[in-house]
Protein backbone atom coordinates (compact mmCIF):
# COMPACT_ATOMS: atom_id res chain seq x y z
CA UNK A 1 0.00 0.00 0.00
CA UNK A 2 1.32 3.49 -0.63
CA UNK A 3 1.17 6.37 1.81
CA UNK A 4 0.16 9.60 0.08
CA UNK A 5 0.32 12.98 1.82
CA UNK A 6 -0.31 15.87 0.00
CA UNK A 7 -1.42 19.25 0.69
CA UNK A 8 2.06 20.78 2.50
CA UNK A 9 2.60 23.54 -0.25
CA UNK A 10 -1.08 24.10 -0.58
CA UNK A 11 -2.37 23.80 2.38
CA UNK A 12 -5.58 21.46 0.83
CA UNK A 13 -7.19 18.57 2.26
CA UNK A 14 -5.99 16.38 -0.97
CA UNK A 15 -7.11 12.97 0.50
CA UNK A 16 -10.62 13.99 1.23
CA UNK A 17 -10.28 15.89 -2.40
CA UNK A 18 -9.15 12.38 -4.14
CA UNK A 19 -11.40 10.60 -2.17
CA UNK A 20 -14.76 13.12 -3.32
CA UNK A 21 -13.56 12.52 -6.54
CA UNK A 22 -13.50 8.82 -6.53
CA UNK A 23 -17.04 8.53 -5.29
CA UNK A 24 -18.19 9.96 -8.22
CA UNK A 25 -15.77 7.74 -10.43
CA UNK A 26 -17.17 4.66 -8.28
CA UNK A 27 -20.84 5.14 -9.19
CA UNK A 28 -20.63 3.19 -11.90
CA UNK A 29 -19.41 0.54 -10.28
CA UNK A 30 -21.85 0.59 -7.55
CA UNK A 31 -24.18 0.24 -9.87
CA UNK A 32 -22.77 -3.03 -11.28
CA UNK A 33 -22.08 -4.35 -7.38
CA UNK A 34 -26.19 -4.12 -7.34
CA UNK A 35 -26.69 -5.90 -10.32
CA UNK A 36 -24.88 -8.54 -8.99
CA UNK A 37 -26.48 -8.83 -5.76
CA UNK A 38 -29.82 -8.71 -7.85
CA UNK A 39 -28.94 -11.19 -10.31
CA UNK A 40 -27.93 -13.61 -6.90
CA UNK A 41 -31.33 -12.70 -5.35
CA UNK A 42 -33.35 -13.77 -8.26
CA UNK A 43 -31.18 -17.07 -8.68
CA UNK A 44 -32.09 -17.83 -4.69
CA UNK A 45 -35.12 -16.97 -6.01
CA UNK A 46 -35.38 -19.60 -8.12
CA UNK A 47 -34.06 -22.41 -6.57
CA UNK A 48 -36.19 -21.92 -3.78
CA UNK A 49 -39.24 -22.23 -5.79
CA UNK A 50 -37.34 -25.52 -7.37
CA UNK A 51 -37.14 -26.89 -4.00
CA UNK A 52 -40.81 -26.23 -3.39
CA UNK A 53 -41.75 -28.14 -6.55
CA UNK A 54 -38.98 -30.88 -6.06
CA UNK A 55 -40.49 -31.57 -2.56
CA UNK A 56 -43.91 -31.77 -4.13
CA UNK A 57 -42.61 -34.02 -6.97
CA UNK A 58 -41.26 -36.40 -3.58
CA UNK A 59 -44.11 -36.02 -1.87
CA UNK A 60 -46.35 -37.52 -5.17
CA UNK A 61 -43.69 -39.79 -5.92
CA UNK A 62 -43.34 -41.15 -2.39
CA UNK A 63 -47.53 -41.35 -2.10
CA UNK A 64 -50.13 -40.69 -5.09
CA UNK A 65 -47.98 -41.91 -7.65
CA UNK A 66 -47.48 -46.04 -6.13
CA UNK A 67 -50.19 -48.22 -6.60
CA UNK A 68 -48.95 -50.22 -3.58
CA UNK A 69 -49.88 -46.96 -1.16
CA UNK A 70 -53.56 -47.62 -2.50
CA UNK A 71 -53.86 -51.00 -1.14
CA UNK A 72 -52.95 -50.74 2.13
CA UNK A 73 -54.81 -53.18 4.32
CA UNK A 74 -56.14 -52.41 8.04
CA UNK A 75 -56.56 -55.54 10.45
CA UNK A 76 -58.59 -56.01 13.81
CA UNK A 77 -58.40 -58.65 15.58
CA UNK A 78 -61.56 -59.75 18.04
CA UNK A 79 -59.01 -60.48 20.67
CA UNK A 80 -55.61 -59.22 20.48
CA UNK A 81 -54.41 -61.10 23.63
CA UNK A 82 -55.28 -64.35 22.11
CA UNK A 83 -54.22 -63.32 18.71
CA UNK A 84 -52.66 -60.12 16.81
CA UNK A 85 -51.96 -59.86 13.05
CA UNK A 86 -50.76 -57.32 10.32
CA UNK A 87 -50.93 -57.52 6.46
CA UNK A 88 -49.06 -57.23 3.40
CA UNK A 89 -50.97 -54.96 0.61
CA UNK A 90 -51.08 -58.26 -1.33
CA UNK A 91 -53.78 -59.62 1.47
CA UNK A 92 -57.29 -61.01 0.13
CA UNK A 93 -59.67 -58.91 2.31
CA UNK A 94 -61.12 -61.76 4.30
CA UNK A 95 -62.55 -63.25 7.54
CA UNK A 96 -60.56 -65.57 9.27
CA UNK A 97 -61.30 -67.68 12.78
CA UNK A 98 -58.10 -68.60 14.68
CA UNK A 99 -58.34 -71.22 18.17
CA UNK A 100 -54.80 -71.39 19.53
CA UNK A 101 -54.72 -74.80 21.06
CA UNK A 102 -50.84 -74.23 22.77
CA UNK A 103 -48.34 -71.61 21.36
CA UNK A 104 -45.09 -72.63 20.63
CA UNK A 105 -42.39 -72.69 23.49
CA UNK A 106 -38.59 -72.87 23.29
CA UNK A 107 -36.27 -76.25 24.53
CA UNK A 108 -34.94 -75.93 28.06
CA UNK A 109 -32.00 -78.27 29.97
CA UNK A 110 -31.37 -77.91 32.86
CA UNK A 111 -27.95 -79.67 33.96
CA UNK A 112 -28.76 -83.05 36.01
CA UNK A 113 -26.03 -82.54 38.55
CA UNK A 114 -25.08 -79.36 40.97
CA UNK A 115 -21.96 -77.09 40.23
CA UNK A 116 -20.62 -74.54 43.29
CA UNK A 117 -21.00 -70.99 43.01
CA UNK A 118 -17.35 -70.72 43.26
CA UNK A 119 -17.12 -72.70 39.76
CA UNK A 120 -14.39 -71.45 37.66
CA UNK A 121 -12.81 -72.78 34.58
CA UNK A 122 -9.55 -74.34 35.18
CA UNK A 123 -7.95 -73.72 31.61
CA UNK A 124 -8.50 -72.02 28.32
CA UNK A 125 -10.73 -74.06 26.18
CA UNK A 126 -13.20 -74.15 23.18
CA UNK A 127 -16.32 -75.89 23.49
CA UNK A 128 -18.09 -77.23 20.05
CA UNK A 129 -21.35 -78.12 19.56
CA UNK A 130 -24.16 -78.93 17.29
CA UNK A 131 -27.24 -77.04 17.29
CA UNK A 132 -30.27 -77.33 15.28
CA UNK A 133 -32.76 -75.34 15.19
CA UNK A 134 -36.40 -75.37 16.51
CA UNK A 135 -38.10 -76.15 13.00
CA UNK A 136 -35.44 -78.74 12.49
CA UNK A 137 -34.66 -77.06 9.53
CA UNK A 138 -30.93 -76.08 10.21
CA UNK A 139 -28.16 -77.35 12.09
CA UNK A 140 -24.95 -75.81 12.54
CA UNK A 141 -21.90 -76.22 14.05
CA UNK A 142 -21.02 -73.51 17.45
CA UNK A 143 -18.23 -72.52 19.42
CA UNK A 144 -18.02 -71.14 22.67
CA UNK A 145 -14.65 -69.74 23.74
CA UNK A 146 -13.94 -70.00 27.53
CA UNK A 147 -11.05 -68.62 29.65
CA UNK A 148 -9.33 -69.52 32.21
CA UNK A 149 -10.35 -68.61 35.88
CA UNK A 150 -13.61 -67.61 33.95
CA UNK A 151 -16.23 -67.63 36.83
CA UNK A 152 -19.67 -68.75 36.96
CA UNK A 153 -21.24 -65.21 35.53
CA UNK A 154 -18.89 -65.02 32.47
CA UNK A 155 -19.46 -68.48 31.62
CA UNK A 156 -22.60 -67.71 30.91
CA UNK A 157 -21.75 -64.06 29.10
CA UNK A 158 -19.95 -66.12 26.56
CA UNK A 159 -22.87 -68.86 26.36
CA UNK A 160 -25.15 -66.19 25.71
CA UNK A 161 -23.37 -63.67 23.23
CA UNK A 162 -22.03 -67.01 21.54
CA UNK A 163 -23.89 -68.29 18.35
CA UNK A 164 -25.81 -71.19 20.08
CA UNK A 165 -29.09 -68.71 20.20
CA UNK A 166 -29.59 -69.59 23.99
CA UNK A 167 -30.04 -67.47 26.94
CA UNK A 168 -27.98 -69.06 29.34
CA UNK A 169 -28.07 -68.21 33.62
CA UNK A 170 -26.90 -70.05 36.80
CA UNK A 171 -29.38 -70.18 39.90
CA UNK A 172 -27.66 -70.67 42.87
CA UNK A 173 -30.22 -71.00 45.24
CA UNK A 174 -30.20 -74.61 43.45
CA UNK A 175 -26.74 -74.55 41.85
CA UNK A 176 -28.31 -75.35 38.11
CA UNK A 177 -27.13 -74.13 35.09
CA UNK A 178 -30.06 -73.74 33.01
CA UNK A 179 -29.69 -73.15 29.14
CA UNK A 180 -32.88 -72.42 27.38
CA UNK A 181 -33.43 -72.00 23.07
CA UNK A 182 -34.05 -68.51 21.94
CA UNK A 183 -36.42 -69.91 19.05
CA UNK A 184 -39.10 -72.54 19.74
CA UNK A 185 -40.32 -75.46 18.16
CA UNK A 186 -40.30 -79.43 19.14
CA UNK A 187 -37.25 -80.62 17.15
CA UNK A 188 -34.23 -77.98 19.40
CA UNK A 189 -31.28 -79.64 19.93
CA UNK A 190 -27.76 -79.00 20.96
CA UNK A 191 -25.48 -81.82 21.47
CA UNK A 192 -21.75 -81.76 22.17
CA UNK A 193 -19.23 -82.90 19.27
CA UNK A 194 -17.31 -85.48 19.89
CA UNK A 195 -14.89 -83.46 22.05
CA UNK A 196 -13.75 -84.88 25.18
CA UNK A 197 -12.68 -81.60 26.77
CA UNK A 198 -16.05 -79.62 25.60
CA UNK A 199 -18.12 -83.10 26.96
CA UNK A 200 -15.45 -82.70 30.42
CA UNK A 201 -16.60 -79.06 30.28
CA UNK A 202 -19.95 -79.68 30.41
CA UNK A 203 -20.26 -82.46 33.13
CA UNK A 204 -18.04 -79.66 35.05
CA UNK A 205 -20.99 -77.48 35.13
CA UNK A 206 -23.28 -80.46 35.87
CA UNK A 207 -24.57 -81.74 32.83
CA UNK A 208 -23.31 -85.48 33.52
CA UNK A 209 -25.13 -87.10 30.10
CA UNK A 210 -22.86 -85.07 27.96
CA UNK A 211 -20.23 -87.73 28.59
CA UNK A 212 -22.49 -90.39 28.27
CA UNK A 213 -24.48 -89.66 24.56
CA UNK A 214 -23.25 -86.33 23.62
CA UNK A 215 -26.57 -84.37 24.80
CA UNK A 216 -25.62 -82.02 27.21
CA UNK A 217 -28.45 -83.24 29.48
CA UNK A 218 -31.39 -85.66 28.85
CA UNK A 219 -32.98 -86.22 31.75
CA UNK A 220 -32.80 -82.26 32.35
CA UNK A 221 -33.79 -81.62 28.70
CA UNK A 222 -37.82 -79.89 28.77
CA UNK A 223 -38.53 -80.82 24.98
CA UNK A 224 -40.10 -77.38 22.96
CA UNK A 225 -43.00 -76.90 21.33
CA UNK A 226 -44.65 -75.82 18.30
CA UNK A 227 -47.55 -73.91 17.91
CA UNK A 228 -51.02 -75.92 17.24
CA UNK A 229 -53.79 -74.07 16.26
CA UNK A 230 -56.71 -74.07 13.96
CA UNK A 231 -57.76 -71.59 11.75
CA UNK A 232 -60.93 -71.95 9.98
CA UNK A 233 -62.00 -75.06 11.21
CA UNK A 234 -58.39 -76.60 9.99
CA UNK A 235 -55.57 -77.94 12.21
CA UNK A 236 -52.17 -77.41 11.88
CA UNK A 237 -48.75 -76.66 13.55
CA UNK A 238 -45.89 -73.76 12.84
CA UNK A 239 -42.48 -73.83 15.09
CA UNK A 240 -42.94 -70.38 16.25
CA UNK A 241 -45.95 -67.96 16.95
CA UNK A 242 -45.38 -65.49 14.31
CA UNK A 243 -45.55 -66.93 11.06
CA UNK A 244 -47.48 -65.64 7.72
CA UNK A 245 -50.53 -67.31 5.71
CA UNK A 246 -51.48 -65.82 2.30
CA UNK A 247 -50.06 -62.24 3.18
CA UNK A 248 -51.18 -62.11 6.65
CA UNK A 249 -48.59 -62.29 9.42
CA UNK A 250 -50.00 -63.92 12.61
CA UNK A 251 -48.55 -63.73 15.92
CA UNK A 252 -50.07 -66.23 18.62
CA UNK A 253 -50.09 -65.10 22.29
CA UNK A 254 -51.83 -67.48 24.08
CA UNK A 255 -54.57 -70.18 24.00
CA UNK A 256 -58.00 -69.21 23.07
CA UNK A 257 -60.05 -68.12 20.07
CA UNK A 258 -60.21 -64.77 18.13
CA UNK A 259 -61.53 -63.62 14.66
CA UNK A 260 -58.98 -61.39 12.20
CA UNK A 261 -60.61 -59.17 9.91
CA UNK A 262 -58.57 -58.15 7.09
CA UNK A 263 -59.89 -55.10 4.55
CA UNK A 264 -59.01 -52.16 3.17
CA UNK A 265 -57.37 -49.20 5.04
CA UNK A 266 -59.39 -46.74 3.31
CA UNK A 267 -58.34 -44.17 6.04
CA UNK A 268 -54.77 -44.58 5.42
CA UNK A 269 -55.62 -44.30 1.17
CA UNK A 270 -57.68 -40.91 2.40
CA UNK A 271 -54.99 -39.60 4.80
CA UNK A 272 -52.20 -39.65 2.17
CA UNK A 273 -55.08 -38.03 -0.53
CA UNK A 274 -55.50 -35.04 1.73
CA UNK A 275 -51.75 -35.03 2.13
CA UNK A 276 -51.31 -33.88 -1.29
CA UNK A 277 -53.98 -32.03 -1.99
CA UNK A 278 -52.71 -30.07 1.23
CA UNK A 279 -49.07 -30.07 -0.07
CA UNK A 280 -50.38 -28.97 -3.62
CA UNK A 281 -52.16 -25.86 -1.94
CA UNK A 282 -48.92 -24.86 0.38
CA UNK A 283 -46.64 -25.33 -3.39
CA UNK A 284 -48.80 -23.05 -5.70
CA UNK A 285 -49.91 -20.34 -3.02
CA UNK A 286 -45.96 -20.03 -2.15
CA UNK A 287 -45.15 -19.74 -6.21
CA UNK A 288 -48.66 -17.49 -6.87
CA UNK A 289 -47.31 -14.86 -3.72
CA UNK A 290 -43.04 -14.81 -5.32
CA UNK A 291 -45.20 -14.72 -8.98
CA UNK A 292 -46.54 -11.49 -7.82
CA UNK A 293 -44.75 -9.58 -5.40
CA UNK A 294 -44.39 -6.18 -5.65
CA UNK A 295 -41.41 -4.50 -7.70
CA UNK A 296 -40.15 -1.77 -5.79
CA UNK A 297 -37.60 -0.03 -8.83
CA UNK A 298 -36.82 2.71 -6.20
CA UNK A 299 -35.39 0.43 -3.90
CA UNK A 300 -31.81 -1.09 -5.38
CA UNK A 301 -30.36 -3.03 -3.56
CA UNK A 302 -27.40 -1.29 -0.84
CA UNK A 303 -23.87 -0.39 -1.40
CA UNK A 304 -21.72 -1.14 1.25
CA UNK A 305 -21.66 2.80 2.08
CA UNK A 306 -25.24 3.40 1.61
CA UNK A 307 -25.38 0.38 3.94
CA UNK A 308 -23.25 2.27 7.12
CA UNK A 309 -25.23 5.24 6.55
CA UNK A 310 -28.29 3.41 7.66
CA UNK A 311 -29.90 1.55 11.11
CA UNK A 312 -30.05 -1.96 11.13
CA UNK A 313 -33.53 -1.80 11.30
CA UNK A 314 -34.18 0.70 8.49
CA UNK A 315 -31.22 -1.59 6.59
CA UNK A 316 -33.65 -4.46 7.40
CA UNK A 317 -36.69 -2.70 5.68
CA UNK A 318 -34.90 -1.59 2.74
CA UNK A 319 -33.82 -5.32 1.74
CA UNK A 320 -37.22 -6.42 2.01
CA UNK A 321 -38.16 -3.60 -0.49
CA UNK A 322 -35.07 -4.74 -2.30
CA UNK A 323 -35.67 -8.33 -2.73
CA UNK A 324 -39.32 -7.94 -3.42
CA UNK A 325 -40.49 -9.17 -7.13
CA UNK A 326 -37.52 -11.04 -8.57
CA UNK A 327 -39.92 -13.28 -10.27
CA UNK A 328 -42.77 -11.15 -10.54
CA UNK A 329 -44.72 -12.37 -13.26
CA UNK A 330 -42.23 -15.03 -14.48
CA UNK A 331 -43.15 -17.10 -17.48
CA UNK A 332 -41.70 -20.26 -16.13
CA UNK A 333 -43.32 -20.42 -13.33
CA UNK A 334 -46.65 -19.06 -14.25
CA UNK A 335 -46.38 -21.68 -17.14
CA UNK A 336 -45.83 -24.45 -15.05
CA UNK A 337 -48.56 -23.76 -12.80
CA UNK A 338 -51.21 -23.55 -15.98
CA UNK A 339 -50.11 -26.81 -16.92
CA UNK A 340 -50.30 -28.27 -13.40
CA UNK A 341 -54.04 -27.26 -13.31
CA UNK A 342 -54.70 -28.93 -16.86
CA UNK A 343 -53.12 -31.80 -15.35
CA UNK A 344 -55.38 -31.70 -12.63
CA UNK A 345 -58.25 -31.01 -14.91
CA UNK A 346 -57.84 -33.92 -16.91
CA UNK A 347 -59.68 -37.08 -17.54
CA UNK A 348 -58.27 -40.83 -16.96
CA UNK A 349 -59.42 -43.84 -18.59
CA UNK A 350 -60.03 -45.22 -15.17
CA UNK A 351 -62.93 -48.28 -16.17
CA UNK A 352 -65.72 -46.37 -14.97
CA UNK A 353 -66.83 -43.26 -15.81
CA UNK A 354 -67.88 -42.21 -12.20
CA UNK A 355 -65.00 -42.02 -11.13
CA UNK A 356 -62.62 -40.76 -13.97
CA UNK A 357 -62.09 -37.10 -12.92
CA UNK A 358 -60.96 -35.99 -9.69
CA UNK A 359 -63.72 -33.91 -9.54
CA UNK A 360 -65.85 -37.01 -9.42
CA UNK A 361 -63.92 -37.90 -5.63
CA UNK A 362 -64.50 -34.84 -4.56
CA UNK A 363 -61.05 -32.71 -5.18
CA UNK A 364 -62.45 -29.72 -7.40
CA UNK A 365 -60.53 -25.77 -7.92
CA UNK A 366 -61.63 -23.44 -5.20
CA UNK A 367 -64.37 -20.61 -7.06
CA UNK A 368 -62.62 -18.08 -5.20
CA UNK A 369 -60.21 -16.59 -8.31
CA UNK A 370 -58.04 -14.89 -4.88
CA UNK A 371 -56.85 -18.55 -4.43
CA UNK A 372 -55.55 -18.66 -7.77
CA UNK A 373 -56.21 -22.33 -8.23
CA UNK A 374 -55.95 -24.18 -4.84
CA UNK A 375 -58.00 -27.21 -4.45
CA UNK A 376 -60.88 -27.95 -2.36
CA UNK A 377 -61.39 -31.60 -0.95
CA UNK A 378 -64.76 -32.70 0.13
CA UNK A 379 -64.30 -35.32 2.42
CA UNK A 380 -67.71 -36.57 2.01
CA UNK A 381 -67.23 -37.54 -1.31
CA UNK A 382 -63.66 -38.91 -1.19
CA UNK A 383 -64.72 -41.43 1.35
CA UNK A 384 -67.66 -42.47 -0.48
CA UNK A 385 -65.49 -43.07 -3.74
CA UNK A 386 -62.80 -44.77 -1.80
CA UNK A 387 -65.93 -47.27 -0.65
CA UNK A 388 -67.42 -47.29 -3.84
CA UNK A 389 -64.64 -48.61 -6.34
CA UNK A 390 -61.45 -48.38 -5.11
CA UNK A 391 -59.50 -49.82 -7.99
CA UNK A 392 -60.88 -46.84 -9.76
CA UNK A 393 -59.41 -44.15 -7.49
CA UNK A 394 -55.99 -45.54 -7.55
CA UNK A 395 -56.31 -45.78 -11.73
CA UNK A 396 -57.17 -42.28 -11.79
CA UNK A 397 -54.01 -41.48 -9.93
CA UNK A 398 -51.66 -43.84 -10.48
CA UNK A 399 -52.79 -44.86 -14.23
CA UNK A 400 -53.09 -49.03 -15.67
CA UNK A 401 -49.69 -48.71 -17.52
CA UNK A 402 -51.06 -47.78 -21.22
CA UNK A 403 -52.63 -44.58 -19.37
CA UNK A 404 -51.27 -41.61 -17.60
CA UNK A 405 -52.68 -40.91 -14.46
CA UNK A 406 -53.01 -37.59 -12.48
CA UNK A 407 -49.71 -38.32 -10.65
CA UNK A 408 -47.68 -39.35 -13.64
CA UNK A 409 -48.72 -36.16 -15.62
CA UNK A 410 -48.05 -33.86 -12.16
CA UNK A 411 -44.66 -35.13 -12.06
CA UNK A 412 -43.59 -34.80 -15.64
CA UNK A 413 -45.14 -31.34 -15.41
CA UNK A 414 -43.28 -30.56 -12.31
CA UNK A 415 -39.79 -32.27 -13.78
CA UNK A 416 -40.21 -30.30 -16.84
CA UNK A 417 -40.75 -26.86 -14.76
CA UNK A 418 -38.08 -27.78 -12.76
CA UNK A 419 -35.68 -28.46 -15.76
CA UNK A 420 -36.28 -25.15 -17.27
CA UNK A 421 -35.54 -23.05 -13.77
CA UNK A 422 -32.45 -24.91 -13.69
CA UNK A 423 -31.41 -23.95 -17.13
CA UNK A 424 -31.92 -20.35 -16.25
CA UNK A 425 -30.90 -20.46 -12.11
CA UNK A 426 -28.99 -23.65 -11.87
CA UNK A 427 -28.22 -25.95 -8.85
CA UNK A 428 -25.76 -26.48 -6.18
CA UNK A 429 -23.78 -28.92 -8.10
CA UNK A 430 -23.98 -26.64 -12.13
CA UNK A 431 -21.26 -24.40 -12.48
CA UNK A 432 -22.04 -21.06 -13.38
CA UNK A 433 -21.27 -21.62 -17.21
CA UNK A 434 -24.04 -23.93 -17.31
CA UNK A 435 -26.73 -21.99 -16.40
CA UNK A 436 -28.05 -18.35 -18.32
CA UNK A 437 -27.73 -16.38 -14.81
CA UNK A 438 -24.80 -17.71 -13.89
CA UNK A 439 -23.03 -16.95 -17.33
CA UNK A 440 -24.64 -13.31 -16.34
CA UNK A 441 -23.27 -13.05 -13.01
CA UNK A 442 -19.60 -14.09 -14.58
CA UNK A 443 -19.70 -11.46 -17.29
CA UNK A 444 -20.66 -8.78 -14.35
CA UNK A 445 -17.85 -10.20 -12.21
CA UNK A 446 -15.44 -9.89 -15.17
CA UNK A 447 -16.57 -6.48 -15.63
CA UNK A 448 -16.20 -5.59 -11.88
CA UNK A 449 -12.88 -6.79 -11.99
CA UNK A 450 -12.12 -4.61 -15.03
CA UNK A 451 -13.20 -1.37 -13.65
CA UNK A 452 -11.66 -2.19 -9.83
CA UNK A 453 -8.74 -1.97 -12.62
CA UNK A 454 -9.42 1.50 -14.29
CA UNK A 455 -10.55 2.93 -11.06
CA UNK A 456 -7.18 2.39 -9.50
CA UNK A 457 -5.49 3.91 -12.40
CA UNK A 458 -7.80 6.56 -12.23
CA UNK A 459 -7.04 7.60 -8.26
CA UNK A 460 -2.96 7.13 -9.52
CA UNK A 461 -3.83 10.17 -12.25
CA UNK A 462 -5.49 12.35 -9.58
CA UNK A 463 -2.94 12.08 -7.05
CA UNK A 464 -0.17 12.77 -9.63
CA UNK A 465 -2.42 15.79 -10.95
CA UNK A 466 -2.39 16.87 -7.12
CA UNK A 467 1.64 16.31 -6.38
CA UNK A 468 2.26 18.21 -9.44
CA UNK A 469 0.17 21.35 -8.29
CA UNK A 470 1.78 21.07 -5.09
CA UNK A 471 5.17 20.86 -7.18
CA UNK A 472 4.34 23.80 -9.05
CA UNK A 473 2.78 26.01 -5.53
CA UNK A 474 6.16 24.70 -4.24
CA UNK A 475 7.94 26.18 -7.02
CA UNK A 476 6.59 29.55 -6.80
CA UNK A 477 6.25 29.90 -2.96
CA UNK A 478 10.61 28.93 -3.55
CA UNK A 479 10.37 31.79 -5.68
CA UNK A 480 8.32 34.17 -4.34
CA UNK A 481 10.54 33.54 -1.12
CA UNK A 482 13.80 34.12 -3.07
CA UNK A 483 12.31 37.63 -4.60
CA UNK A 484 10.94 38.93 -1.21
CA UNK A 485 14.95 38.00 0.17
CA UNK A 486 16.10 40.09 -3.03
CA UNK A 487 14.08 42.84 -2.53
CA UNK A 488 14.69 43.15 1.49
CA UNK A 489 18.33 43.03 0.43
CA UNK A 490 18.29 45.67 -1.84
CA UNK A 491 17.19 47.91 1.61
Not at 23 to 49: C, F, G, H, N, V
Not at 145 to 166: A, M, R, W
Not at 450 to 471: G, H, P
Not at 477 to 489: C, T, V
Amino acid sequence: MVMRIGGLASGMDIDTLVGDLMKAERIPLDKLAQKKTTLEWQRDDYRSMNKLLSDLDKQIFDGIALQGKFSTKSVTSSNSSIVSAKASSSAVNTNTSIEVLNTATPAMWVSGGTVAAGYTASADITLTFNVTSGDGKTTSAQTVDIKNGDNLDKIVSQFNSSGLGVTAFYDDQKQKFVITKKDTGDNASITVNNDAGTQSFMVGLGFTDAAVNGEITTTGKTNGKDADFKINGYQTTRSTNTFDISGVTYTLQQAGTANITVANDTNSTFDMIKSFVDKYNETIEAINKKTAETKYRDFPPLTDAQRKDLSEKEAELWDEKAKSGMLRGDSILLSGLNAMRSDLYASVNTGDTNYDQLSEIGITTSPNYLDKGKLILDETKLRAALAGNPDAVMKLFTGDGTEKGVAKKLRETIDSTVDKIELKAGNALRTNAQFTLGRELTDVDKRISAFEDRLIQVEDRYWRQFQAMEAAIQRSNQQGAYLMQQFGGGQ
